[in-house]
């Protein structure tokens, strides 16, 4: 049975997907410069932000947060943007590109082939139940790394993307299929808020144990990362590390859960209210399995 995932872009700008069949996917397997990522990451994290980024870029995975925090807070800096410029570039080198307003079949063979040279690679990727596509618009602002079933198709729009009605046009949503914004990860949960919420965000916080055995508030912004970050607690802080976990609901997985306590997930925004203001909101998730998030006159509320 012949495979099709159609990504329609209605932007006016391209878009390119580089697909994994997972996030642990390592990135100098699929055409990217390990040397200019090695260095790169050596330079960012002497400038502090060792907590946020993982100790290298090596994987799918690590791009997606590499780029989605440098799109951010930090891609103003001068010498932080060179460098996230040449990786932008190595994005467009190495993924499949749609142009504006076009359909792509990203399973297509004749795209894959030139994607990778490795035939093993691509046998992963038809073999796999779900597989991974990295998302990202051509100003190298907007990115999104999600899982998708083999047969499901999608529509970027704006800020977000929306899944294609079964059986229907690329071009068709899914009214029913929700919203998944750009530069967001696996803890962000699903949900109608997102069509009328801005500034989401969601963190753990818990009692981290230092060295000395004293306890430290420790906080770490979990909105980038995929379901298999693993942290651990250097300190009293958290950190990503090279590992992978399993998430428990909306909990990360990692050492750091054998020296800290009163662990907390939370989701928070600035809701709109009926009367088209924004209020702050935030959701408890440390203890949902799932959720379908919905934003009721400024309020958020699981419906699942």
Not at 99 to 124: C, H, K, M, N, R
Not at 210 to 227: C, E, K, P, V, Y
Not at 263 to 280: F, H, P
């Amino acid at each position: 049975m012949s495979t099709h995932v159609y990504i329609a872009n209605s932007l006016n700008q391209d878009v390119y997907v580089l697909p994994a069949e997972k996030t642990g996917w390592l990135l100098g397997d699929v055409g990217f410069s390990v040397a200019l990522l090695a260095t790169g990451a050596t330079e960012i994290r002497l400038l502090g932000m060792a907590s946020e980024l993982p100790t290298a870029l090596r994987t799918v995975r690590d791009l997606f947060i590499f780029l989605r925090i440098m799109s951010g807070t930090y891609g103003s800096a001068q010498n932080i943007s060179k460098f996230s410029q040449q990786v932008v570039d190595q994005v467009k080198n190495n993924a499949i590109k749609i142009p504006a307003g076009q359909v792509v079949d990203v399973l297509d063979q004749g795209f894959l082939s030139t994607y990778t040279s490795l035939s093993g690679v691509i046998g992963q990727i038809f073999s796999a139940d779900t597989f991974n596509l990295l998302v990202m618009t051509d100003d190298g602002k907007q990115v999104a790394l999600a899982s998708t079933n083999p047969d499901y198709s999608w529509i970027v729009q704006g800020d977000r993307r929306v899944r294609s009605a079964y059986g229907a046009s690329p071009w068709q949503a899914d009214p029913g299929a929700g919203v998944y914004l750009f530069n967001a990860g696996d803890f962000v949960p699903p949900g109608s808020y997102q069509q009328t919420c801005k500034d989401i965000h969601v963190t753990l916080t818990c009692s981290a144990k230092a060295r000395n055995g004293s306890a430290h508030r420790a906080s770490f912004d979990l909105t980038a990362h995929s379901s298999d970050v693993s942290l651990s607690n250097v300190d009293g802080s958290l950190v990503v590390d090279n590992d992978t976990a399993s998430a428990n609901g909306f909990v990360p997985g990692g050492s750091y859960t054998q020296t800290c306590s009163e662990i907390k997930v939370e989701l928070t925004c600035q809701a709109q209210k009926g009367d088209m203001t924004y209020q702050a909101a935030s959701l408890d998730l440390t203890n949902f399995e799932s959720a379908d998030v919905s934003n009721n006159n400024g309020v958020l509320v699981n419906e699942s």
